[in-house]
């Protein structure tokens, strides 16, 4: 699950913005920027305890808030991790996750997706910023007023500058490889619910300043079936430059079985920014899962994992075949990191997963 005030950007006002920031790029290199690819070292992990009945139904809150510790408390093996709490419920998180090397932050917030809310972190010559790509509650999907100042409220704390921008995305919606290559989907950023207006060659122009991206894989990805409008972090991920795990879901009846494919076909012959042919490895989704909080929403795929220092937080859905198969895959594909896989039952139930929950700041 996740979650609106964009201004109506007019052609000519777009084009100004363009031409402001070509203008930027020619006569200030010291200030282009880049979007490191998260296997690199991280300061820490930015998340947010931020389950609400409200919005999560009273039944699945107490599952969500252990879930959310769960994921805290691993990630925390090897790295700090700083989670957003409300100040009232402080001492419920502490209950949770004290005592296991997770900072707790008072902050007022509407949900738990930093992953979207949260600032994009990037490195330049003048040292780390974090940009603000103005959480608009997934197209105005979901109350965010709250989740709208994350960013802002994480770059404060972080002690980094915030970079602003008229693009509307969230950080689910791309994957960089630290290169210059980024995987995003057509059907989040290139939607009217973000960016009315906005072409393929606008948004690549804009990411090529506050990313550093000089080549972006476009991923048809689909629209209208989850609140995200199919973010990549469900699709695809770089597992390093060159090496991409794409998911596959075997169900027919899944809105996810046709674009799956499509996307596999993409990739399988795609090059990236230094003009290498990818290396796609396939995770097949789950067949089974456990029938406690499987609902018609549930995120039933491996894509969603998150790497931290020294390990792969992944989850387990039960299914005997494939989620050994995902730990072996990542395994292979991540030589040194310990692979944890979590029950996240909860969060699958809301549309989401481990990665949606997270944020790396890189490492200074």
């Given amino acids: 699950m996740r979650r609106r005030t964009f201004v109506q950007t007019s052609m000519a006002a777009i084009g100004s913005l363009l031409a402001g ?23 820490r992990t930015w998340m947010a305890f931020g389950a609400d009945a409200r919005i ?58 930093m992953r979207d809310t949260g600032p994009v972190f990037v490195r330049g010559a003048s040292g780390r910023a974090g940009v603000d790509f103005n959480f608009n509650g997934w197209g105005d999907k979901q109350e965010h007023r709250r989740d709208a100042a994350v960013a802002r409220i994480v770059t404060e704390r972080a002690g980094v500058e915030r970079l602003r921008t008229d693009l509307v995305l969230e950080g689910g919606a791309l994957e960089v490889d630290g290169e210059g290559t980024a995987l995003i989907t057509e059907s989040c950023v290139l939607n009217n619910n973000r960016n009315p207006g906005w072409t393929k060659r606008d948004v690549e122009a804009e990411l090529a300043y506050l990313l550093g991206i000089e080549r972006v894989i476009w991923l048809p990805g689909i629209a209208g079936e989850d609140i995200t409008d199919g973010h990549t972090d469900f699709y695809a991920r770089f597992a390093g430059p060159g090496v991409v795990v794409a998911g596959l879901d075997n169900d027919p009846d899944s809105f996810d079985y046709d674009v799956t494919r499509r996307h596999l076909d993409i990739l399988g012959g795609a090059t990236d920014a230094r003009g290498r042919r990818l290396r796609v490895e396939v995770l097949e989704g789950p067949s089974t899962v456990r029938e406690t ?52 039952d909860g969060i699958a139930a809301g549309g989401g997963g481990i990665h949606c929950t997270t944020q790396q700041e890189p490492a200074a």
């Fill in 21 to 43: 920031c070509a203008e930027r790029v020619a006569e200030d290199d010291e200030r282009t920027w880049l979007m490191p690819e998260e296997g690199q070292p991280h300061a």
């Fill in 56 to 113: 999560w139904g009273a039944e699945l809150v107490p599952e969500v808030r252990r879930n959310l510790a769960a994921i805290a408390t691993a990630i925390a093996r090897f790295e700090p991790v700083s989670m957003l709490v409300r100040p009232g419920e402080l001492e419920l998180a502490h209950g949770l996750v004290g005592g296991a090397n997770v900072e707790l932050v008072p902050a007022e917030i509407d949900d738990l997706w």
């Fill in 293 to 344: 909080f499987a609902a018609d929403d549930f995120a039933a795929g491996y894509i969603n994992f998150y790497v931290c220092d020294g390990a792969v937080i992944a989850p387990e859905f039960g299914d005997p075949v494939t989620d050994p198969a995902t730990r072996a895959t990542l395994g292979r594909l991540f030589p040194g990191r310990e692979i944890v896989q979590l029950n996240i």
